[in-house]
């Protein structure tokens, strides 16, 4: 990538970079991610207003600029930061706008200052959004029920995210997950003497597959070899059964975020991350 340097502030060097090349898998991933919150609002009746996803989205910006100006010296074009702003505002559900703006605040800061080297320690949307799904639970939701629980959303976001994940070679790591919560599935049904195809079911939402093709296939955070993929899928799938198990809410939001943080040393070993400065 371009890089080019202007002197700013007190002579200080400023790295501006040019935008990504046309091709990248996030232009893709953001116009689709886009896509989702106007049909929810417009088509699926959602509460949430677009001004609210605005103002997602340009939190995101600003504390993206922000951090990047005055802690790197790197002005970068700020597509991650959209993209989290729009993720961030679809997986949670609150009558307070704060609650969002602190989701978003969180996951950007987590991006820019809670890093492993060149690598993020947790994906930020994950972090935000479970953030303030522990702190304010009382006033903020997972919205398990995004759009309406129809069938053909589900079949379209299972078809979109599977062009997405394979256009951004992160199918491994979706696949990995989605046969893993289907095993897992099987086992806690076998367990507690329910149905495996109820236990399954889920799998089908919205907002499950918008974690699956989005979330955990994020090329920042997961791993980019083939067997670290896999094995940091199943232990997502894992920790989410176990929560679902003993039906805590939002379970797979809760693994993403205890593969990251209770089992640093596997996590660090299995990544091998593409390098991005911030």
């Known amino acids: 990538m371009t890089h080019f340097s202007r002197q700013l502030f007190l002579g200080t060097a400023i790295k501006i970079q040019s935008p990504p090349h046309w091709r990248d898998a996030r232009y893709l991933q953001l116009a689709i991610l886009l896509a989702y919150s106007i049909s929810a609002r ?44 729009l993720a961030t505002s679809l997986l949670l559900d609150s009558r307070f706008p704060a609650l969002y703006v602190l989701a978003v605040s969180l996951a950007i800061f987590s991006k820019g200052l809670l890093r492993n080297g060149n690598s993020h320690i947790f994906n930020p949307a994950n972090f935000g959004v479970v953030a303030v799904l522990l702190c304010f639970s009382y006033y903020a939701t997972g919205i398990p029920s995004l759009f309406s629980g129809l069938f053909l959303p589900s079949l379209t976001f299972f078809a979109l995210g599977c062009i997405t994940v394979v256009y951004a070679k992160q199918a491994i790591i979706s696949a990995a997950w989605i046969v893993g919560f289907l095993f897992f599935a099987w086992v806690r049904a076998f367990l507690s003497g329910g149905s495996p195809i109820a236990a399954a079911l889920p799998i089908l939402s919205p907002a499950l597959l ?20 896999i094995t940091y899928a199943v232990f997502i799938a894992f920790f989410d059964a176990v929560l679902r198990f003993y039906q805590v809410p939002y379970g797979n939001f809760y693994a993403l975020f205890l593969t990251s943080a209770c089992i640093p040393t596997v996590v660090s070993h299995l990544k091998r991350q593409r390098p991005e400065a911030f």
């Not at 996803?53 to 995101?60: I, K, P, S, V």
């Not at 100006?69 to 702003?85: C, E, H, M, Q, T």
């Not at 918008?210 to 993929?229: E, K």
């Open 42 to 85: 417009e088509i699926f009746s959602m509460d949430r207003p677009h001004w609210v996803t605005a103002l997602c989205c340009g939190t995101a910006l600003l504390l993206d600029v922000l951090i990047g100006v005055l802690k790197y010296r790197v002005l970068r074009f700020p597509i991650s930061a959209l993209i989290i702003g």
């Open 210 to 229: 918008l974690f699956s093709f989005h979330m955990i296939s994020d090329p920042a955070t997961a791993p980019q070899s083939t067997r670290a993929g």
